[in-house]
């Protein structure tokens, strides 16, 4: 036997380092947050526009007053955005139009992340007969174009309340959801744990409620937020189509006179009039994806660089 | 000390390979992939490169075709062919004209080497027309060599990559290697990806082939098995270094570097008491966890000694033709029991 | 070739169905619309001095279907002259048979959007190409990153921007019509060149705001395809530069056409936007003016015949995306 060996092999620097304690999720997104500041930056455009929509409109009357020796006013310290063809204050007018417009869109959002994630989820799981039923009405949904499909719904029913924009917005919308979730659930299903789940006698709803449909709460939350950004465009442009009866002032409403209205368009005084509500929906769209970006991060793992 | 190689048996040497270190950067740091590296090819041989994963075999592979991709690179050394001169030293058209015609590469993963929208007949003209070789006469030879490995020429040669299995995909990359008929052909664990029975067969048709053709092959693996059946030579690396080298039946048998022999140690016999199979105890080390200073194998090695601790040992002849990096001296089997 | 034959037949087929589906879908939804138009429409028929069933037969004329029919007997004849092409009656172009209206509002529509899918899918591809090759420096990451915001700024609102800026408030472009009244529709270059002219703004408006969408996707596309095994495996067997170069393009294109059915759905559900902004008639414009003037006829058609547009669109890329790839081509 040898006797040269002196000690036991160590474990020194060829062993792979014992792993780190693992962070907690307000820990992970702070760290992406600090490493992208640009999802604060979103965070915070955000908080504004809902800020704005929720506690902006009580500052100004329910009638806004109109100037009409001072129309297309450029900026100045009472009208910081100018005036519109009626002399209202611009500022006022994004700020009053804003509640429908965020209101409707995350309505929309909501019922879009409704009824795509439960079609995704049903048909997602038990495929069969519901899954064909399902998956066929998602793909007629996606096939028609919406806009057009759209404006021939507004001829059956006008739906200019938010509560109704966004039910349908969310009837037009949930098909590529749907599609999405039920691929998610295809793998998720064959995981072990679900396996396990069937194995201890848990219900088929019990299975989706509490075993897929937790992993898959992030990415609903992403596509709600990007079903967000979607509906205040769709909003926007119907109310700008003009087949839409309205209430109250909106972004959308506003664009409408800005085109209709026949000096509007024809003199550059009138440029603020219609770039303030297009720059508004820009911001807010920038908000979003910003903050999607950071959110992307701090739930998807595999995108940290660990 | 100066330490002496052995002097090798005078035939023509097809590549020569001298102090080759190649480097990755990992934040901001280089750490060396391959380091140090000598060794000669004689023509005309099978010589084989083996080490567990991560020995830098194939960044070793990559370097003689000046192909490190970064964030690697050639720090140092020559990789010079007899027929064309320092590989490193080339680049632009003339190392692309080496590539693929005077040494060419069969890929561990071959099945994804081939362009799926492409039929392969394609791909071979396309190859032959990128090195100056009439398309038809080369597809008579892809033929040929299709032939040769029990494929059929004529359908396969018509397919489109995904309509064959990954044997077939395989034994067509070494058919793309060979076309062109090169001087060196480097084998990148070209078994490896594929079942059992289709190893043994691929093994079996290249060792027909390099027998018939006699190119010079660069023979890359980790298992000793392979190494057995078709290298004339071998070298062993661990952690970016040769630690020994020499004619296959003396390393095989009379090992002198204790990582050698516990490769060897570690294969189970299919007859016999399986406790003889000793695993090594361990893990090779990683990128960034290799030993800067002293032998790099120290950590795991049964026979360590103080000195060990201090310098890489420098390679030494440890008998004809048989050289090993030990501070043992060629002394292994005196102290192994 | 029987391959493609029995994938086209089995497409077209899904394609009937589609086209039956909306049909359908658009006969129920005359029924919902407040104010039964239909009673309406007889009503003021009987009221210009027309006895009930001359009425009736207006009606039908215009709705394809008796109003006092059972509802299978509607649904059937409705669907009978559909077969047909016959899409009933204008109720505002009083008589006229609505396909007269659409046959003449489609190349509209078919030319701006067809053209605007082409070039904004050249304008798009190039750009992608130049940011994957170029991604390491300020060339590639300014096209990302305009491709990036361009993405995000909706169609309607480009062509808003565009009109404000280059036809109204300084009218660089012309503003309002397809093309001059002054000037005569023929093969003539006078004509089509004025035509042109006035086709620049809708147009542009289609490539800036689908110019992100391509140019992300193929520099997406472009740079999956450079770090393909393939491809290194073609730079280690010494292959020419020009053949390499087919490889990564043609390997990268591929993918894209995926995305051409999307592209196609969305470009003809703007089309309806651009049309109003720039005064186009179009099937958009059509079907916006008719809902205008409670013609139901023709703005069910039209809608109809948009998505018809779409489906056969789509039936197109798809056939020619799995001629295209061999690895459909050669699957059973």
């Not at chain 2, 490190?68 to 080339?90: C, E, F, N």
Request: proline residues 6%.
């Amino acid at each position: 036997m040898n006797t040269i060996v002196s000690e036991e092999p160590q474990a020194l620097s060829t062993y792979p380092s014992a792993p780190r304690r693992r962070p907690s999720a307000w820990m992970v997104a702070w760290d992406v947050l600090r490493r992208r500041p640009t999802g604060i930056l979103g965070l915070v455009i955000l908080l504004f526009f809902i800020g704005m929509a929720t506690v902006g409109p009580l500052f100004y009357p329910a009638e806004l007053p109109t100037d009409p020796l001072h129309t297309f006013a450029a900026p100045s310290a009472a009208h910081p955005l100018g005036t519109d063809f009626e002399g209202t204050d611009v500022l006022a007018l994004i700020v009053t139009g804003s509640r429908y417009v965020l209101l409707s869109a995350f309505l929309a959002g909501f019922f879009t992340a409704l009824f795509g994630t439960v079609s995704g989820l049903i048909s997602g799981y038990y495929l069969g007969v519901p899954d064909s039923i399902i998956t066929k009405l998602a793909d007629f949904v996606l096939t028609i174009p919406s806009f057009p499909l759209l404006v021939v719904l507004s001829t059956v029913w006008k739906f200019g309340s938010p509560l109704s924009m966004g039910l349908v917005l969310g009837i037009i919308g949930w098909g590529a959801l749907a599609r999405a979730i039920r691929s998610q659930v295809l793998t998720l299903r064959e995981r072990t744990f679900v396996e396990a789940a069937r194995g201890l006698g848990f219900s088929s709803v019990h299975i989706i409620v509490k075993e897929i449909f937790p992993n898959i709460t992030s990415y609903v939350a992403m596509k709600f937020l990007l079903a967000v950004t979607g509906a205040i465009y769709a909003a926007v442009a119907l109310f700008f189509l003009g087949v839409l009866p309205f209430a109250a002032n909106n972004w959308g409403v506003m664009l409408q006179f800005a085109f209709t209205q026949a000096g509007a368009m024809y003199t550059t005084q009138s440029l603020l009039y219609l770039l303030a509500p297009l720059a508004s929906i820009l911001l807010v769209t920038l908000g979003v994806v910003l903050f999607l970006d950071a959110l992307d991060e701090m739930l998807n793992p595999r995108l940290r660089k660990g | 000390m100066a330490a002496e190689l052995s002097a090798q048996p005078a035939t023509d040497i097809a590549c020569s390979i001298r102090n080759l270190t190649v480097a990755y950067r990992v934040e901001r740091r280089d750490y060396p992939a391959v380091k140090d590296v000598d060794l000669d090819i004689p023509s005309g041989e099978v010589t084989a490169v083996i080490g567990e994963s991560g020995s830098g075999k194939t960044t070793l592979a990559m370097a003689m075709l000046n192909a490190v991709q970064p964030p690697g690179r050639i720090v140092a050394g020559s990789v010079v062919y007899a027929t064309t001169g320092d590989v490193l030293q080339m680049s632009g058209k003339r190392l692309r004209r080496l590539r693929g015609n005077a040494v060419s590469m069969v890929f561990q993963t071959s099945q994804n080497s081939l362009n799926p929208l492409k039929r392969i007949g394609s791909q071979v003209m396309d190859l032959a027309r990128s090195h100056g070789h009439n398309p038809r006469a080369t597809l008579c030879e892809a033929k040929d060599l299709c032939g040769r490995m029990s494929l059929d020429a004529d359908r396969v040669l018509t397919s489109y990559q995904h309509e064959l299995s990954g044997g077939m995909r395989q034994r067509v990359g070494i058919m793309l290697a060979l076309v062109l008929q090169p001087d060196v052909v480097l084998l990148d664990e070209p078994t490896t990806a594929l079942d059992v029975l289709s190893q043994s067969e691929v093994l079996q048709i290249l060792r027909d082939l390099q027998r018939e053709r006699r190119f010079t092959a660069l023979l890359i693996t980790h298992d000793m098995g392979v190494v057995a059946e078709l290298a004339d030579r071998v070298a062993v690396m661990y952690a970016g270094r040769i630690v020994e080298r020499g004619r296959t039946p003396d390393v095989l048998t009379h090992p002198q570097h204790p990582y050698t022999r516990a490769l060897i140690q570690s294969i189970p016999r299919l007859t016999g008491d399986l406790s003889q199979a000793v695993p090594l105890p361990g893990l090779p080390p990683s990128l960034t966890t290799i030993p800067v200073k002293g032998c790099v194998f120290r950590e795991r090695c049964a026979f360590r000694m103080p000195v060990c601790d201090t310098e890489q040992p420098p390679l030494e002849s440890v008998g004809p033709d048989h050289d090993a990096a030990c501070y043992l001296h060629g002394l292994l089997d005196d102290r192994a029991d | 070739m029987r391959g493609f034959l029995v994938r086209l037949a089995r497409r077209l087929l899904g394609a009937v169905v589609m086209i039956w589906a909306v049909a359908t879908f658009t006969f129920f939804l005359i029924r919902l619309i407040p104010g039964n138009p239909v009673q309406a429409e007889m009503d003021t028929l009987m009221q210009q001095g027309l006895t009930s069933e001359q009425a009736a037969a207006r009606v039908a004329g215009m709705y394809n279907f008796y109003p006092h029919d059972p509802l299978p007997i509607q649904y059937l004849h409705y669907l009978g002259q559909l077969a047909h092409f016959d899409l009933g009656q204008s109720i505002s172009y009083s008589g006229v048979p609505v396909a007269h209206i659409i046959a003449s509002a489609a190349p509209y529509t078919l030319g701006l959007v067809i053209t605007g899918i082409i070039l904004t899918f050249i304008f798009g591809v190039i750009g992608g190409v130049f940011a994957a090759i170029y991604r390491n420096s300020w060339v590639g990451s300014s096209v990302t990153v305009l491709g990036s915001v361009l993405h995000g700024i909706p169609q309607f609102m480009v062509a808003l921007l565009l009109a404000y800026l280059l036809a109204t408030t300084h009218p660089i472009f012309p503003f309002g019509a397809p093309y001059d009244a002054a000037i005569s529709p023929g093969l003539t270059w006078t004509f089509l060149s004025n035509l042109g002219l006035h086709a620049v703004l809708p147009i542009a408006a289609f490539i800036i705001s689908g110019f992100g969408f391509w140019a992300l996707a193929m520099k997406s596309s472009v740079v999956t395809t450079l770090g393909d095994d393939f491809i290194l495996a073609s730079e280690l067997r010494g292959i020419k530069p020009s053949i390499r170069f087919r490889y990564i393009a043609r390997n990268a294109f591929l993918p894209l056409f995926t995305y051409l059915a999307i592209a196609i759905g969305y470009t003809f559900g703007g089309a309806i936007f651009i049309e109003q902004i720039f005064d186009y008639p179009g099937l958009g414009l059509l079907q916006l003016n008719s809902i205008n003037v409670h013609d139901y006829p023709l703005m069910q058609a039209a809608f109809l015949m948009i998505t018809v547009a779409v489906i056969l669109s789509n039936l197109i890329a798809e056939m020619l995306y799995t001629v295209i790839d061999p690895r459909i081509r050669t699957a059973r």
